[in-house]
């Protein structure tokens, strides 16, 4: 499960791979799809749905919405506004490079104060979801690892190639800070930072492409409207056969489902002020504790109003602020009414979206809605109304698409996955412009190029271009040339038009300056190559200074060619000339990058070394509350089996069942009291008195258990050999078996049952709680034995046959039969005489095999060989 994909939300994430089979979305722990992106801190950190679990009581120390925080200023209005939102405290993080402050948070780990960078929390996250594919990789995997061993899980199964899911809005900046978390947190990898809207659309169009429902010559085009917890997105995609365009993207950075819920928790904290007025100590919404009650409480009453046909929803809140509990109702109706203002905002997005795209809503040919915040009921409505009554579409899980699109584009990037080509034209979300510090009057006396500009002159005084456009597919990379002596500077910033589209006012829209040393003197060519990454990131490729210089060569002649009509003189002037040829030398320029809230590698060094310090308290901590855990359980299992008669009571003596008795209580109540806190060698030394103890009564259980199961496993081994030998007895089957090799056999069978019946005599006489004379380890160790020296005599192979040399014919030179002698006739003769008495049809002639058949050898052998032809 090396490749993943990750939809990195406000309130959950999800984590997807892709195999073989198709993409899955990976069960957490608890056998749940979403997780929650949130990461506590306190004696270690808890990460998910642990950190959820005390996300109310621990709301000072556990982080979430790490995903609307990372990359910004710590004096940005997006993140000022956020950061009023949340329960935990922020501060304002330098660094070494200059510029606006980042944010991180402080937190207490354990018992001291710590300041982590958001973006260090979110690496984390992501690091989170890594183990759960890790681990689920490793629960698949046929081999027999314990799980409980972290490290190993980590090497062998962890992620490889990771795509996340970013919200397409994200600035530059905002995209480097989550690469830099993620280079914190030691996730190898990242392949690409995708817009979460192209990895819906690539989710949806990759598999409608299988089911060929694209025409090449018919763009579809789609529409995919996608509300979160926190933000709201409108994108039109046109699809064809393996290819996706992303034609326009819209958002609103400033509503999702938490703002539904927060319009509810304000409604039921007027009401509970209202009917304890004069009562309360303070407001409901300025304590954060009951603040989260109230958001809490707020979230299940706008699931249950969601379904079509609920009429109101019961909110029952106990001790929800000074000990008053409080029980309301709130109507669809009014509750409609309340999220009016954020309705009357959902057109916007959907109309530019249309608009740039150039297309009408009878050009869509689906509506596709995803995101959690989409099953709401009035928002789905209203959407349906500003479409003018066209039909949404449900087809996609709405929390799931995501990360499923996320993990195909892993696939297709992967190299462990062939993957069918498939084309993804991205959109760059904002403009951005170009710019150097020259003060000539137009670009033509600059001397300024721009790749795929048609002409740069008579462009009006100025010392910038656009050189990435909205909509711009990237990966690209775009070159402008200049005409510079000495040191200069290129800057990159988003253009003025920015603000017209998803820039927020009061942000800065600086990306980067990049200072080129080029060399002083005469003025040189520069080619200035400036590129847009993966990851919608830019960067400075390369600057080339650009030179054309002139070699000179002898002119080339052939002896013997001459022109008609050239005299000689003309022929050896022309000998003597010299040719120029000219030839272009380009030089690779040093430059530096600063950027507004970049990182040193010093500084990234630093809080990757307290990362590796805290998953190393974790770790300890870890591995303490197991040993701790067992500790107990091993108390308590002891306990009761130690007073039960069908347990350990019948193996003990009194004494031992005492002094087992009185060890189990004494460290029972270590365990609670002095020993709560203690270390994990503490609980290791206390575990291993206990067994001293128990261990020898245990033992007697387990030998006593098992022992009727290995003396019958041997006795039929035995009996098993000896039936055998006495059935293979003369049996031609086993006759290359030796006597020597039977008796070995007879021996051995004989030897074990004397051994196994002197043995369980022995035993016999034992009490069940005294140590056993023989284990069941020895019987299988007997049993082996016998199995060693008998099988291989039992299955001892007969030798083959020996092959029967091919005898040759020999012609007899004479026979003699009572001082006669006959001439034996040739072969042939033999032939024709048989083949005569056959014609004549008369009886067949005595042949020589008749009489030889009474002949013996001299010795009285067996019969000689003889021919076989008639005579």
Request: glycine fraction near 6%; charged fraction near 30%; include cysteine.
């Amino acid at each position: 499960m090396s490749v993943v994909g990750i939809d990195f939300g406000a309130t959950n994430a999800v984590i997807a791979a892709a195999g073989r089979g198709g993409v899955d979305v990976i069960l957490n722990g608890n056998s749940n799809r979403l997780n929650p992106c949130m990461v506590g801190f306190g004696d270690s950190r808890s990460m998910g749905e642990q950190a959820g679990a005390t996300a109310t009581s621990n709301y000072k120390n556990t982080i979430s919405h790490m995903k609307r925080l990372v990359g910004l200023a710590f004096d940005d209005p997006r993140a000022q506004k956020e950061m009023a939102r949340l329960p935990f405290t922020c501060v304002p993080l330098s660094h070494a490079s200059g510029g606006p402050d980042s944010i991180a948070m402080k937190v207490n780990f354990s018992g001291e104060e710590k300041i982590v960078p958001v973006e260090a929390i979110a690496g984390m996250m992501v690091k989170h979801l890594g183990t759960i594919a890790a681990e689920k990789a490793a629960t698949e995997s046929s081999s027999n690892m314990d799980l409980s061993d972290h490290k190993t899980i980590h090497e062998s199964f962890f992620p490889r190639d990771w795509v996340v899911a970013i919200p397409g809005y994200y600035t530059d900046a905002q995209r480097r800070a989550f690469l830099h978390g993620c280079e914190i947190a030691g996730i190898p990898g990242v392949q690409r930072l995708m817009h979460e809207n192209t990895a819906t659309a690539l989710a949806y169009g990759i598999f409608k492409d299988i089911r060929k429902e694209f025409k090449k010559d018919e763009p579809t085009n789609v529409m995919f409207i996608d509300m979160g917890s926190t933000a709201y997105s409108v994108s039109i995609a046109a699809f064809e056969p393996g290819k996706l365009i992303v034609k326009s993207a819209f958002y609103d950075t400033d509503i999702g489902g938490r703002d539904f819920d927060a319009l509810i928790a304000e409604s039921i904290a007027s009401q509970f002020e209202a009917k304890y007025k004069g009562k309360l100590s303070d407001k409901p919404m300025n304590r954060p504790k009951t603040k989260l009650k109230l958001l809490s409480a707020a979230e299940k009453a706008k699931k249950t109003l969601s379904p079509q046909g609920v009429k109101e929803a019961r909110v029952n809140l106990e001790c929800l602020m000074d000990d008053f509990d409080f029980n309301c109702s709130i109507k669809a109706d009014e509750y409609e009414q309340m999220c009016q203002p954020i309705l009357d905002r959902l057109a916007g997005p959907i109309e530019k979206a249309l608009e740039e795209a150039g297309l009408k809503v009878d050009d869509l040919a689906s509506v596709e809605i995803v995101g959690g915040s989409t099953r709401i009921g009035c928002l789905k409505r209203k959407i349906t109304s500003i479409l003018g009554g066209k039909d949404l579409s449900t087809t996609m899980n709405a929390d799931e698409a995501v990360a499923r699109g996320a993990a195909l584009q892993s696939a297709i990037l992967s190299p462990r996955f062939k993957v069918l080509p498939y084309e993804i034209q991205e959109s760059q979300p904002l403009p951005i412009q170009i710019s150097w510090d020259e003060e000539i009057a137009t670009a033509s006396q600059q001397g300024m190029e721009v790749e795929g500009d048609a002409d740069a002159e008579g462009v009006p005084e100025t010392n910038s271009v656009v050189m990435f456009d909205r909509g711009l597919n990237f990966p690209i990379v775009r070159r402008v040339t200049l005409r510079r002596m000495g040191d200069f500077t290129v800057t990159a910033a988003y253009d003025e038009s920015a603000k017209t589209f998803d820039l927020p006012e009061g942000v800065s829209a600086d990306i980067a300056t990049f200072k080129i040393s080029a060399p002083a003197g005469d003025e040189k060519k520069v080619r200035v190559n400036v590129k847009e990454d993966i990851h919608g990131i830019i960067n400075l490729s390369s600057a080339q200074m650009v030179e054309e210089i002139e070699e000179e060569e002898p002119a080339a002649k052939e002896e013997g060619e001459k022109k008609e009509g050239e005299d000689e003189a003309a022929a050896a002037a022309k000998e003597g000339e010299e040719k120029k040829k000219k030839k272009i030398k380009k030089t690779n320029l040093d430059f530096t990058v600063t950027r507004p809230l970049d990182w040193t590698k010093e500084e990234k060094d630093k809080f990757f070394e307290s990362e590796v310090s805290m998953s190393n308290t974790d770790r300890i901590v870890r591995e303490t509350s197991d040993m701790r855990n067992e500790l107990e359980s091993y108390i308590y299992d002891m306990r009761d089996k130690i007073i039960s008669e069908s347990q350990l009571a019948s193996y003990c003596t009194e004494d031992e069942k005492s002094a087992f008795s009185t060890s189990l209580e004494n460290s029972e109540n270590w365990l609670y009291e002095d020993g709560f806190d203690a270390n994990k060698t503490a609980f290791a030394d206390k575990l291993a008195e206990l067994k001293k103890l128990g261990d020898p009564i245990d033992r007697r259980q387990t030998e006593a258990a098992g022992r009727p199961t290995a003396v019958a496993a041997l006795q039929k081994n035995i009996e098993k050999y000896k039936s055998w030998l006495n059935v293979s007895q003369g049996d031609e089957k086993f006759a290359h078996i030796t006597d020597e090799e039977r008796e070995k056999c007879h021996s051995t069978c004989d030897e074990t049952s004397s051994w196994l019946y002197e043995m369980l005599d022995k035993q016999g006489s034992l009490a069940q709680n005294e140590d056993p004379v023989v284990t069941v380890a020895q019987i299988q160790t007997k049993n082996n034995l016998v199995s060693n020296i008998c099988s291989p005599i039992k299955h001892k192979p007969a030798p083959k046959p020996k092959k029967e040399e091919k005898k040759t014919e020999e012609k007899p030179a004479a026979a003699s039969t009572e001082g006669e002698t006959k001439e034996a006739s040739s072969e042939s003769d033999e032939k024709k005489t048989g083949d005569d008495n056959n014609s004549s049809g008369g009886e067949p002639m005595e042949t020589e095999d008749t009489a030889a058949e009474k002949a013996t050898t001299e010795e009285g052998g067996e019969p000689m060989d003889v021919d076989k032809s008639v005579d």
